[in-house]
């Protein structure tokens, strides 16, 4: 008797066994497949050339910069709109007077604005830009990030230099090298940058050799390539997929990509060129990306 009950008892270890590693393969591969997009809706064209988009979850809104005319000029006819989840524009010209303002990022109740050569600072609930700081060297302010103790990155497409914005007010270079390969969008996450470079070397507004995600720990600096460090393409906007992936935008190629933390990648969306810095609310499992050559907004529900 002691014997039967002894081989039950393994037959039974060996089947939960075998139904744990099931399940747990499953969910590793499940973990690691391509998120797959479904169209939500579409905003009208009536932006002019849509830069970024970003969430202010405290108001429940979106706000997009608009270049509106040549992205290095200093002409002023730069604006912020305001948009509401459905597409819908509450106020297209909510923020004026900017030049070609391009990545956004909020911390502590400020939007902050990369514009050309100045970090633009707007208090969210006066609305009004409350300051405007120079980077000093700087021809294409692009991309901003925020870390978690508050300091807000800026990159600087075509000098391969990101500036700093610190706690204590202080706009300065924080880091200047080759590496960066033209350093266009940026994410903070878990101590590090994530970069997506436009490419070098540069023909003109194009590059020559196009670029792919890139890595920077804040504790030294030092730049990596994420994964194999394959040529993907133009990159512009970066969002984590919230699962060591990243949905990231190729401008020229007018692709939404979704690249692994191996660094192979796989294009989740054609869409036309001028796909630009996109957001993506992970609560609400939304993405609403900007197409600038359009003027219009599109958004996705991601499953």
């Known amino acids: 008797k002691l014997i039967l009950i002894w081989r039950r008892n393994m037959k039974k270890i060996a089947f939960f066994k075998y139904l744990f590693s099931m399940v747990f393969m499953f969910s590793l ?3 690691h497949a391509d998120p797959v997009l479904t169209k939500l809706w579409e905003s009208k064209a009536d932006f002019k050339l849509p830069e970024s988009v970003v969430f202010d ?11 509106q005319g040549d992205p290095f000029s200093k002409d002023g006819n730069g ?9 819908k524009i509450v106020k297209l010209k909510w923020i004026e007077g900017l030049h070609a303002p391009k990545g956004l990022a909020i911390s502590k109740g400020k939007l902050y604005v990369g514009d050309v050569d100045q970090l633009i600072e707007i208090d969210i609930k006066a609305g009004k830009i409350s300051k405007k700081l120079d980077a000093a060297g700087a021809s294409f302010l692009n991309d901003v990030t925020v870390d978690t103790y508050g300091n807000v990155y800026v990159s600087d497409t075509f000098t391969d230099t990101i500036y700093r914005l610190n706690t204590f007010g202080q706009l300065t270079t924080w880091l200047y090298s080759p590496k960066l390969e033209a350093p266009n969008g940026l994410h903070y996450e878990k ?6 470079s436009w490419g070098h070397p540069t023909d003109g507004f ?5 670029g792919h995600l890139k890595t920077i720990a804040l504790k030294n ?4 390539s994420l994964g194999n460090a394959k040529p993907v393409g133009t990159l512009d906007g970066v969002e984590s997929d919230g699962n060591g992936g990243y949905f990231v935008a190729d401008w020229v190629g007018g692709n939404l990509l979704h690249i692994k933390a191996d660094g192979n990648f796989k294009v989740l969306e054609k869409l036309s060129q001028g796909a630009a810095d996109h957001e993506v609310i992970h609560d609400k499992k939304i993405l609403i990306m900007p197409l600038m050559n359009d003027g219009k907004l599109v958004a996705f529900k991601i499953k």
């Open 206 to 210: 194009a590059p020559a050799v196009v």
């Open 29 to 31: 591969a499940f973990a």
């Open 79 to 87: 604006f912020i709109s305001k948009v509401d989840l459905d597409g």
């Open 191 to 196: 101590g590090q940058i994530i970069v997506g």
């Open 57 to 67: 979850k405290e108001n429940n809104i979106l706000y997009v910069s608009n270049m």
């Open 221 to 224: 600096k030092e730049i990596k």
